[in-house]
């Protein structure tokens, strides 16, 4: 319950910031008539997230035993690339977003034509982005845990994130947001070693993956993965009672591997804001060096 919900929460608030940040734009420069153009990019990018979200679980409640499997395993290696990626390019843009954002708004209003369509498209395009994210990511999660848990989790977070996302357009709370992100990417990062290591078995179970599947080590007496604890690191780092060579080595290699590019200094910023107020502007000059 615990990893959707964080999911959930830094999608959620990555998307508000993105809308938050578009909003003030344009109220901020007296264009605030564009606003219904926005709401209608936000609506249509979770319409479709959720189309896609529900066509997915559809498809795959059809499959006989062995393509489910299959299909799981799918599903897990692309919510693993996707959430790699998402984590890696936060980490990078972080900074540079607002000033990115506002230049981007500026050409899709320049051109006096198609100013809507354009609008509705930049903010489309930002939203879904999250919001397909977000489908895979918890397909994978929900493949691989059972009950309601699941589900209620991501729908607080979400509804948190919402919270946040109005609370800091509104300038009455100030989020220490690359701090946040730090903390959840590590988190993510993870996750989806467990996540993968996942879909390696699940691989292996669909047949398609029968290599280096001697087991390393069974704990499963001292700590079953149906167990009250086995169940929650299974469900939270996919944790596996008797992991094979190949299911434990991808774990380990994806998560030393992660984390060293994670903890990498980064090259274009030289020292960390202390203030925990970043939104003036200069903050967007360290990035175009």
């Known amino acids: 319950m615990l990893v959707p919900f964080l999911i959930m929460l830094r999608e959620g608030i990555e998307a508000a910031l993105i ?3 578009i909003a003030s734009y344009l109220k901020q420069t007296g264009r605030g008539e564009w606003m219904p153009a926005v709401w209608i990019g936000v609506f249509l990018a979770l319409a479709l997230a959720l189309l896609v979200g529900g066509g997915l679980e559809m498809m795959s409640a059809e499959f006989p035993q062995r393509q489910q499997e299959l299909f799981e395993g799918i599903v ?14 936060m980490r990078k843009v972080a900074r540079s977003i607002k000033h990115a954002l506002h230049a981007s708004l500026d050409a899709a209003l320049s051109n006096s034509k198609n100013q809507v369509y354009a609008l509705i498209a930049m903010v489309f395009f930002a939203v879904a982005r999250e919001g397909l994210e977000t489908v895979f990511f918890l397909l994978a999660v929900f493949q691989q845990s059972e009950g309601p848990g699941a589900p209620i989790g991501a729908l607080l977070g979400l509804i948190l994130a919402i919270g946040v996302g109005f609370a800091i357009y509104s300038g009455s709370m100030r989020l220490n947001l690359s701090l946040f992100f ?5 988190f993510i990062l993870v996750v989806a070693a467990g996540i993968l290591s996942t879909s390696v078995q699940a691989m292996h179970e669909a047949g398609r993956w029968n290599h280096l599947q001697s087991v390393v080590f069974d704990i499963s007496a001292t700590l079953p993965m149906d167990g009250p604890l086995g169940s929650v690191l299974a469900g939270m780092f996919g944790y596996q009672d008797a992991p094979t060579v190949s299911t434990l080595s991808v774990y380990l290699i994806y998560l030393i591997g992660a984390l060293v590019l994670f903890f990498l200094p980064h090259p274009r910023v030289v020292s960390l ?15 175009n060096k």
């Not at 804001?273 to 990035?287: I, L, N, Q």
């Open 19 to 21: 809308v938050g940040i």
């Open 76 to 89: 897990g290696l692309i919510a693993v690339a996707i959430l790699s990626s998402m984590v890696f390019w």
């Open 182 to 186: 730090r903390w959840t990417g590590l």
């Open 273 to 287: 804001p202390t203030k925990p107020d970043h939104h003036h502007h200069h903050s967007s000059s360290v990035t």
